[in-house]
């Protein structure tokens, strides 16, 4: 942890006005600003490079974890959440995290060599594309794009949207989820397949931006694919395994977001508390009226429950797995996004007029923790599988009063 705290405060916090200044100049959809491929160069030089990943029985040749636990890079991923492009430098961002834990635990060795390594290198970036913006994608059941196999390939045909990533000047694959057999089961229907992004037939219909801020070059996408064919050995463990996939992928996906909540949340609270020092109403300082220090001091205590939390989250995955974690994981889920967004909506009324423009980031700010509230799976989800392994516990005792 020591290390990346030196190495942000050495070489990323000194780069994001270059950055900035760079994005200013060039197409941020088409190139990267070049201070951005120094800093990683740099982190990946110091051995600072896909902490993200615990060790486990899928390390090999293609992958060997640096050996965090998840309790251990929860305080490190919160360190790189202070600055929005802090964790690609690290090569920990996602989708991209996500979408190598698959592979690494469920992909080929051809899979792995031709998608995997690049991704593992920091030459790539890939995006995730399930959610569709014809049917209530929060049901997974009612995913209809359309996997068919035709002899040694798959010819895909459906619409996705919000798939980060997928416009990034580097993004070289999909990991998509789709249909293969609707007769089947309800959780056999679903498989997930690779596809290339140059792959012809796959169109980007357009960006999707988030409250105005376009999050160029990584961005939000819809995606279409018409009779995209891809060779049947990009299918991902075979046909009707998406729902195991997706419980594998989305576990550690979610808690990444929380532990870089909790940066938000302090970075938000720290703006809150600097501005409201530094401006006097009615005669004294903003921060000595009762309002406000009866929100920085739940702001505190909702900071320290969040990072608990999520530090017990980390722990139940690490010693009993992702799907025996996936209460604290649901609970850390719903709990975070939304105390991360009344603390910075404080201090968006702490800033007055300031706070909804662009001049202190947190409208941006706002922008990127309300996002988070749907992000692998909206609110509602989470509460519902948490409220029903909570009514289980009662179940065998029948309807007592």
Request: proline share 5%; net charge neutral.
């Amino acid at each position: 942890m020591e290390r990346v705290r030196a190495f942000m405060d050495e070489h990323i916090v000194p780069a994001v006005p270059v950055y900035h200044d760079q994005s200013a100049s060039i197409d941020r959809w088409a190139a990267i600003p070049p201070v951005f491929d120094e800093l990683k160069e740099k982190a990946r030089a110091a051995g600072l490079w896909n902490l993200f990943m615990p060790p486990s029985e899928h390390d090999d040749a293609f992958f060997t974890s640096v050996g965090l636990t998840n309790v251990e890079y929860a305080p490190i991923a919160e360190l790189m959440g202070r600055i929005s492009f802090a964790s690609e430098v690290f090569n920990c961002m996602a989708p991209d995290t996500g979408n190598f834990e698959v592979l690494h635990r469920y992909g080929t060795p051809e899979q792995k060599q031709r998608f995997m390594v690049p991704l593992r290198d920091g030459k790539t970036r890939s995006a995730f594309l399930m959610t569709e913006p014809a049917v209530a994608s929060s049901d997974a059941r009612n995913i209809q794009t359309e996997i068919r196999r035709d002899g040694g390939d798959y010819v895909i045909n459906g619409r996705k949207w919000w798939s980060s990533g997928a416009g990034h000047p580097r993004c070289d694959f999909f990991i998509l989820m789709g249909k293969t057999d609707p007769e089947a089961a309800a959780y056999r229907q679903q498989s997930m397949i690779l596809v290339p992004r140059a792959t012809p037939g796959v169109t980007l219909v357009r960006h999707l931006p988030v409250f105005g801020y376009d999050h160029a070059p990584h961005g939000h996408f819809e995606v279409a694919l018409e009779n995209v064919r891809v060779p049947a050995e990009y299918m991902l463990l075979g046909e009707g395994r998406g729902f195991e996939i997706a419980q594998g992928r989305l576990g550690p996906g979610r808690i990444h977001h929380t532990m870089r909540n909790i940066a938000t949340m302090e970075v938000a609270l720290e703006k809150m508390c600097r501005r409201l020092l530094s401006r006097r109403t009615f005669g004294k300082a903003i921060a000595e009226h009762s309002v406000w220090e009866e929100r920085i001091a739940r702001a505190r205590c909702e900071i320290e429950m969040a990072r608990l939390l999520c530090l017990k989250a980390a722990h139940r995955m690490d010693t009993v797995g992702n799907k025996e974690a996936r209460a604290e994981i649901a609970m850390i889920k719903i709990a975070a996004p939304r105390m991360a967004q009344q603390i910075v909506d404080d201090a968006i009324q702490a800033h007055g007029g300031g706070g909804v423009s662009d001049d202190f980031g947190l409208a941006e700010l706002w922008a990127n923790t309300r996002i988070v509230r749907l992000t692998d799976g909206p609110d509602e989800v989470h509460e519902r599988q948490l409220a029903r392994m909570e009514l289980a516990r009662y179940a065998d005792e029948g309807a007592r009063p």
